[in-house]
């Protein structure tokens, strides 16, 4: 019996925690777009899991208009072992139904929409490997790519062969009558586990000043969404989730700022859902086609990419200084945004650290988080001008700068080695004052022993809101170079310098 309840219980919790991601856009005072957000609305049918309207509509990523709804459609499994291609959405059993797919559905519930509605099918399966639908979903926002679709003019082609199973599936005469239906429709495969879903539901929450609950055996919200279901009241706007939090004694002493969310991406997380984004697309520079995994495509340098950076940066301070600087990036484009929004620019920056003991936290130099100084070791190891820093804060790089020094770097005459109080591990750095501590503890010491004409060289093994932080105090260690590690050993397993700051 318990075995048959556990997974109904996660799949509950899953699907409020992707509610309460949304309902804090309500407090959020850089969305005053959203307006109401539903938990189990009325309809429309297989896609009334989680409604979010806005006004005006917020953009669309993937093409002209706003979007004035999103409908979601949440289908949670308790393992990864879940694959689909384009022939399981005609079929019920996909989504758990006896007698109606997801497409019919998708379709009854587009005849009562409003213009500009979006219909999301989240679900924590993936799509077979091979399998066309692989091609029609966007990386950018899930959507499908109805151009991709209309490709080849007979139902024997490979993308007519989709046309005609949906087209007939759906008892449509024309392939324009199957684009209606499609348009607006997104697919966000591999959706994020539930202990994830947990963590941005606390991070969400403490962004917009309530308290996260990160680190406590229950998540309080799982029985608050409970709670909701029966007292009957699953729709809230503004002011009523405002008041609801009030009641539930849900808000943190002090609530923080407002600010901007400001988002830069080398990495590809994954498809996110548009309306669930942490910044704006006009307030996010995505360099993702540069890169393959972790690595620079053939042909593409890392110096090209550092004047798109630095002028998207200028252009975000220009506008308000105030940020909260999201980084789905490398440590080295975390040191280089800060040293581009050095102390000297007046940015007023905190960020957003996801790691493993950490995800979801917001840290700020001025939060208050304090820890020990680090212990920083000084070694000769020539008579060069350059200095290499071997900042080991999650996992001591000490052996692997060692040798690249000796192999790469003849013109380094000291390596810094620098290590936590307590010695290096995925929670070393307590928080943002503690990080700007050891950010500034280090950059003294450089200072102090760097000879005109010198390079520093920064290997960092830590947090990026560290590798931050270090950055804005680049002006006082003067040229740095920061460096890339290859983890997988895809190429040679040693490092690659990157920006010359």
Same mark, same amino acid.
């Given at each position: 019996?318990?075995?048959?309840?556990? &997974?109904?219980?996660?799949?509950?919790? %899953?699907?409020?925690?992707?509610?309460? /991601?949304?309902?804090?856009?309500?407090?959020?005072?850089?969305? &005053?777009?959203? /307006?109401?957000?539903?938990?189990?609305?009325?309809?429309?049918?297989?896609?009334?899991?989680?409604?979010?309207?806005?006004?005006?509509?917020?953009?669309?990523?993937?093409?002209?208009?706003?979007?004035?709804?999103?409908?979601?459609?949440?289908?949670?499994?308790?393992?990864?072992?879940?694959?689909?291609?384009?022939?399981?959405?005609?079929?019920?059993?996909?989504?758990?139904?006896?007698?109606?797919?997801?497409?019919?559905?998708?379709?009854?519930?587009?005849?009562?929409?409003?213009?500009?509605?979006?219909?999301?099918?989240?679900?924590?399966?993936?799509?077979?490997?091979?399998?066309?639908?692989?091609?029609? /979903?966007? &990386?950018?926002?899930?959507?499908?790519?109805?151009?991709?679709?209309?490709?080849?003019?007979?139902?024997?082609?490979?993308?007519?062969?989709?046309?005609?199973?949906?087209?007939?599936?759906?008892?449509?005469?024309?392939?324009?009558?199957?684009?209606?239906?499609?348009?607006?429709?997104?697919?966000?495969?591999?959706?994020?586990?539930?202990?994830?879903?947990?963590?941005?539901?606390?991070?969400?929450?403490?962004?917009?000043?309530?308290?996260?609950?990160?680190?406590?055996?229950?998540?309080?919200?799982?029985?608050?969404?409970?709670?909701?279901?029966?007292?009957?009241?699953?729709?809230?706007?503004?002011?009523?989730?405002?008041?609801?939090?009030?009641?539930?004694?849900?808000?943190?002493?002090?609530?923080?700022?407002?600010?901007?969310?400001?988002?830069?991406?080398?990495?590809?997380?994954?498809?996110?859902?548009?309306?669930?984004?942490?910044?704006?697309?006009?307030?996010?520079?995505?360099?993702?086609?540069?890169?393959?995994?972790? *690595?620079?495509?053939?042909?593409?340098?890392?110096?090209?990419?550092?004047?798109?950076?630095?002028?998207?940066?200028?252009?975000?301070?220009?506008?308000?200084?105030?940020?909260?600087?999201?980084?789905?990036?490398?440590?080295?484009?975390?040191?280089?945004?800060?040293?581009?929004?050095?102390?000297?620019?007046?940015?007023?920056?905190?960020?957003?650290?996801?790691?493993?003991?950490?995800?979801?936290?917001?840290?700020?130099?001025?939060?208050?988080?304090?820890?020990?100084? &680090?212990?920083?070791?000084?070694?000769?190891?020539?008579?060069?001008?350059?200095?290499?820093?071997?900042?080991?804060?999650?996992?001591?790089?000490?052996?692997?700068?060692?040798?690249?020094?000796?192999?790469?770097?003849?013109?380094?005459?000291?390596?810094? *080695? /620098?290590?936590?109080?307590?010695?290096?591990?995925?929670?070393?750095?307590?928080?943002?004052?503690?990080?700007?501590?050891?950010?500034?503890?280090?950059?003294r010491v450089v200072a102090n022993i760097r000879k005109p004409g010198g390079t520093v060289h920064v290997f960092v093994s830590g947090p990026n809101a560290f590798s931050?932080?270090?950055?804005?105090?680049?002006?006082?260690?003067?040229?740095?170079?920061? %460096?890339?590690?290859?983890?997988?050993?895809?190429?040679?397993?040693?490092?690659?310098?990157?920006?010359?700051?």
């Amino acid at each position: 019996m318990a075995n048959a309840v556990e &997974p109904r219980w996660h799949g509950d919790n %899953y699907q409020s925690r992707f509610f309460w /991601v949304h309902a804090a856009s309500l407090l959020d005072a850089e969305r &005053p777009d959203v /307006v109401e957000v539903t938990f189990e609305a009325d309809g429309p049918k297989a896609f009334d899991d989680v409604v979010v309207r806005y006004d005006p509509g917020r953009p669309s990523a993937s093409g002209p208009g706003r979007v004035t709804v999103d409908y979601h459609q949440i289908k949670w499994h308790a393992d990864r072992s879940g694959r689909f291609g384009y022939e399981d959405l005609i079929d019920p059993a996909f989504i758990g139904a006896t007698s109606v797919s997801i497409l019919e559905r998708l379709r009854n519930a587009k005849a009562g929409a409003p213009e500009g509605a979006a219909f999301t099918l989240i679900t924590t399966d993936k799509i077979k490997d091979g399998d066309l639908l692989s091609e029609l /979903v966007s &990386p950018k926002d899930g959507s499908l790519r109805l151009q991709d679709l209309a490709v080849g003019r007979t139902a024997a082609s490979r993308m007519g062969r989709v046309r005609e199973c949906w087209r007939e599936h759906l008892g449509l005469e024309t392939d324009e009558q199957l684009y209606d239906v499609l348009a607006g429709f997104h697919i966000k495969e591999n959706h994020e586990d539930l202990e994830s879903l947990r963590m941005r539901v606390s991070l969400q929450f403490r962004i917009v000043g309530l308290v996260g609950a990160e680190t406590s055996t229950t998540f309080l919200y799982d029985d608050a969404a409970r709670q909701l279901k029966i007292k009957n009241l699953n729709r809230f706007d503004r002011a009523s989730f405002e008041e609801w939090c009030r009641s539930e004694k849900w808000f943190l002493p002090a609530r923080p700022a407002s600010r901007r969310g400001v988002a830069i991406r080398t990495f590809l997380p994954g498809v996110t859902p548009s309306d669930m984004l942490e910044a704006l697309p006009a307030c996010t520079i995505t360099l993702t086609d540069s890169f393959e995994g972790r *690595h620079l495509r053939e042909g593409r340098t890392w110096m090209e990419l550092r004047a798109p950076i630095t002028e998207f940066l200028r252009r975000m301070l220009a506008e308000r200084a105030d940020m909260r600087l999201f980084l789905d990036a490398h440590a080295s484009v975390a040191f280089l945004a800060g040293a581009t929004l050095g102390f000297k620019t007046g940015a007023d920056v905190e960020i957003v650290q996801k790691g493993q003991n950490n995800p979801g936290q917001v840290w700020n130099a001025r939060d208050g988080v304090d820890g020990p100084p &680090p212990k920083i070791d000084s070694e000769r190891v020539g008579d060069g001008k350059d200095v290499a820093l071997a900042i080991g804060l999650a996992r001591d790089p000490i052996a692997q700068v060692r040798e690249y020094v000796a192999s790469a770097l003849p013109a380094v005459g000291t390596i810094l *080695h /620098v290590l936590p109080d307590k010695g290096d591990g995925q929670n070393a750095v307590l928080g943002g004052s503690h990080a700007a501590a050891i950010a500034s503890a280090v950059s003294r010491v450089v200072a102090n022993i760097r000879k005109p004409g010198g390079t520093v060289h920064v290997f960092v093994s830590g947090p990026n809101a560290f590798s931050f932080m270090l950055g804005q105090q680049a002006e006082s260690m003067g040229r740095c170079i920061p %460096y890339e590690f290859d983890f997988n050993g895809r190429v040679d397993g040693s490092y690659r310098p990157t920006f010359e700051i």
